[in-house]
């Protein structure tokens, strides 16, 4: 697509339940970001996949966090037992990976999330 | 690890008064330093960057200065409007493993008219 789209844009959950949030990078980018922002601060790295490979997930809190991306394309994060603190927009970025301009990030909306 | 500073975190200007952002970075392998602009409800958005080897690059009204000895890079922006209101957000990053971009906390900039 011409941008990268995440959905849902907006989630609320209750503590303790599951969430998945997707994003799909832009066309042909081989490189894909996962960012989380908190209210009043900036985005804090999550985890890298350079194709369909988590080549850096050293930014994932717990092991409550994990993101796929089996095709090299979209990729989803997933939260496991929920708790307040996860609120956040969760962004993603893709950029074209190991080629000229590669580490040029282009983010998408995010989704914001709320745990109740 | 890498930590950016980011100050100030609030700004104030009159319309087309100029504005001035200051970053500073730890890691001395940082070589790729890019500004995001995100509105509110809205993504980060790439403005301007600038790679180590360069001290200054200009974009009509927005600049970026570099100080690699110093481990200083600043955003200018001049004859501000009012659509220059938003966060912005400077970042350091490597152009080799992984590129990931360590984020400074931002300033909120309000032009007023």
């Known amino acids: 697509g011409a941008g990268v789209s995440q959905t849902p844009s907006n989630k609320v959950t209750e503590k303790g339940k599951y969430v998945e949030l997707r994003c799909d990078p832009i066309?042909?980018?081989?490189?894909l970001y996962w960012y989380r922002q908190s209210l009043g601060q900036g985005p804090e790295f999550l985890i890298y996949?350079?194709?369909?490979?988590?080549?850096?997930d050293s930014g994932l809190p717990n092991d409550r966090f994990f993101a796929v991306r089996p095709e090299g394309s979209v990729s989803t994060l997933k939260i496991q037992r929920t708790e307040r603190g996860d609120s956040a927009v969760y962004l993603c970025?893709?950029?074209?990976?190991?080629?000229?301009?590669?580490?040029?990030?282009?983010f998408g909306a995010g989704s914001r999330l709320t745990v109740l | 690890g890498e930590n950016v500073e980011q100050h100030p975190s609030t700004l104030s200007v009159q319309e087309g008064d100029s504005a001035v952002i200051k970053c500073t970075y730890s890691?001395?392998?940082?070589?790729?330093f890019p500004w995001y602009k995100q509105e509110l409800g809205k993504g980060p958005q790439l403005i301007i960057d600038?790679?180590?080897?360069?001290g200054e690059k200009k974009d009509q009204r927005i600049a970026v200065t570099l100080n690699k000895t110093a481990k200083h890079f600043s955003l200018h922006i001049t004859e501000t409007q009012p659509e220059d209101s938003a966060v912005y957000f400077c970042?350091?990053?490597?152009?080799?493993?992984?590129?990931?971009?360590?984020f400074g906390t931002g300033t909120r900039l309000k032009v007023l008219a």
């Open positions: 970025a893709s950029s074209p990976g190991l080629r000229s301009g590669a580490n040029v990030l282009t």
């Open positions: 066309s042909g980018h081989t490189a």
């Open positions: 996949f350079q194709g369909t490979g988590a080549a850096d």
């Open positions: 890691d001395s392998a940082s070589n790729y």
């Open positions: 600038i790679r180590s080897n360069v």
């Open positions: 970042a350091a990053s490597t152009t080799s493993g992984t590129y990931k971009y360590i």
